[in-house]
């Protein structure tokens, strides 16, 4: 059992505060780090890894520092974003690295490729892998000590659909395991495939905890914000005004639209074109209006 | 002390194809140069001093040293890549010694033995200024390799400060303001050299025990800062 503390950490930079007074237990499982660009989730999980110092409070893993414990490494498996790793190595010879690094051989190495699929392609120079295969090399290179926690940062990006399914399957196998697994995202689908529970980060803050789904809820049960515009404007506001899942409807006059908030949000979506086809009105635009994940994050802060 | 593989990673990553290149270009210069010289004014040991001392011992040996030496650590560093290590239990200062034998050992196969072949080439070791140059190319490989070593790890513009401080400190100020001559590795090296020459055809502003002692200082406590400054290394994310 191995357990990953937090325990009111702040870091800035400057005069920046990317990361303000976070306290959160990682236990073993999955758990998803979310939150939009530039929440602080890099600089998080950069102090997790002991790669950065915390200006205050402490990051420990079973109560021992990670900060400057060159030896917390035994226990640890990194996965970082950023792409550069020795590319002039094959998939093999980086991994073997590794194991040796850990004072481990070439056995355990061959056996971490296997993990993680890439056995066909390891005499390959990783210089000639695709951002897959480079993310599946550095998976096999964390994993290849067996660690009892997994740090990811990012681990999906620019990945295609099959090798993020992939992917997830691995990680979820690694959390079934006992093993301590976080991973980073700023895409809430990509979490809610894979952890159940998750940490949600805003601007350097903590910003909510728990069970995915209560989180999800919470993301879609906001009022939402739409931009409508249709053949008959006035008739559909007064149409809609009637349902309870509307709270408020302005006429746009300077943009000829409708500016309509609702608050129920399954309800809405399914009364819209239903009001509208029954009125005979013809709906011409539609779009949310706040839909992006800062915003959606920032409803998340403020509940 | 010493992590085989950490030696082995460095070593690809300084004799790759690029890197490889640049370090063989100056070393073929100074040979082809010393034929030449040979060849027009015949053998002179005044020209000899003059061309391992201006050419190899002043240029070639220092750049040779930053390339090694920054080459080592930085564009671990700047990549990023340096993580793959430092996520590891193995000591951080261990890191950085490795990583010195093996800047020092590609310095002076750079720049030593070259100045060796030169040294020959120009007056077949007469007054045995090969030798002395060659063992002042060694001496000088250890210091320039600690010194650009730390600069690497310390600063992400390593190569040009390392360039700056072989060409301008070295080259330049140094014949310029006497002072600036006891700073200087090429000094140092020197006083070793004119030790085993001899004579004065090889000469140092430096004397030998202030000599030593200062490569020995200068040595140890930049691989020592090197070490500590690796030990609390920030990789800052991309945000």
């Known amino acids: 059992m191995t357990t990953l503390n937090i325990d009111h950490v702040s870091r800035w930079f400057g005069n920046v505060v990317a990361v303000n007074d976070i306290t959160m237990t990682i236990g073993p499982g999955v758990t998803g780090l979310l939150g939009p660009n530039g929440a602080g989730k890099s600089t998080l999980i950069n102090m997790m ?18 900060w400057r414990n060159e030896s917390i490494y035994r226990h640890i498996g990194l996965v970082p974003e950023r792409e550069a790793m020795y590319d002039f190595l094959t998939g093999r010879e980086f991994v073997v690295a590794n194991a040796e690094l850990h004072g481990l051989g070439a056995k355990a190495a061959q056996k971490a490729l296997a993990t993680v699929e890439m056995e066909y392609a390891q005499d390959r120079k990783i210089a000639t892998y695709s951002k897959g295969m480079r993310q599946r090399v550095k998976m096999a290179s964390a994993l290849v000590h067996d660690p009892s926690l997994l740090l990811l940062d990012e681990p999906f990006n620019g990945m295609d659909p099959r090798q993020r399914m992939q992917l997830m399957d691995l990680l979820r196998r690694m959390g079934d395991e006992g093993r301590t697994v976080l991973f980073s995202s700023h895409i809430l689908e990509e979490v809610e495939q894979l952890a159940r529970h998750i940490e949600v980060v805003v601007a350097g803050r903590h910003a909510a905890s728990g069970d995915f789904r209560r ?30 899942s509307t709270s408020g409807i302005e006429v746009d006059l ?33 779009s949310p209006s706040d839909e992006s994940l800062e ?8 509940a | 002390m010493y992590d085989p593989t950490v030696a082995r990673l460095t070593y690809r990553a300084l004799l790759g194809r690029r890197r490889a290149l640049i370090l063989g270009a100056l070393p073929l210069l100074l040979i082809a140069i010393s034929v030449v010289v040979r060849g027009l004014a015949g053998a002179d040991d005044q020209t000899a001093s003059d061309l391992l001392g201006g050419l190899a011992l002043a240029t070639m040996v220092p750049i040779i040293g930053v390339i090694a030496g920054t080459g080592a650590i930085g564009p671990e560093i700047d990549d990023g890549s340096v993580v793959y290590l430092l996520s590891k239990p193995v000591k951080r200062p261990t890191i950085i010694f490795t990583k010195l034998i093996v800047a020092i050992a590609v310095t002076m196969v750079f720049s030593a033995v070259p100045t060796f072949i030169a040294g020959f080439i120009l007056n077949g070791n007469g007054q ?20 650009f070593l730390l600069l690497g790890t310390v600063s992400r513009h390593a190569v040009v400060f390392g360039l700056v401080y072989a060409l301008v400190w070295e080259a330049l100020f140094g014949s310029l303001v006497s002072g600036a001559r006891t700073l200087s590795v090429q000094q140092w090296s020197l006083a070793v050299a004119h030790k085993v020459a001899g004579g004065d055809l090889v000469t140092s502003d430096v004397g030998l025990t202030t000599a030593t002692i200062l490569l020995a200082v200068v040595t140890v406590l930049a691989t020592w800062y090197a070490g500590q400054k690796l030990r609390t290394l920030t990789l800052a994310g991309e945000e």
């Open chain 1, 49 to 66: 890894g002991g790669f950065l110092a915390p200006s205050t409070g402490t990051v420990t893993l079973d109560g021992q520092q990670v």
């Open chain 1, 215 to 244: 989180i999800r809820r919470l993301m879609t049960d906001r009022p939402h914000r739409y931009l409508v515009r249709s053949s008959d404007d006035r008739a559909l506001a007064a149409a809609l005004i009637a349902d309870p």
């Open chain 1, 254 to 286: 300077a943009e000829g639209a409708l500016r309509i908030q609702a608050v129920d949000f399954g309800r809405f979506t399914a009364l819209l074109p239903k009001v509208a086809k029954d009125h005979g009105i013809r709906l011409l635009t539609v």
């Open chain 1, 295 to 302: 915003s959606v994050f920032s409803y998340l802060v403020a």
């Open chain 2, 128 to 147: 045995q200024i090969a030798v002395a140059y060659t063992v002042a190319a060694l001496v000088a490989s250890i210091a320039y390799a600690a010194i």
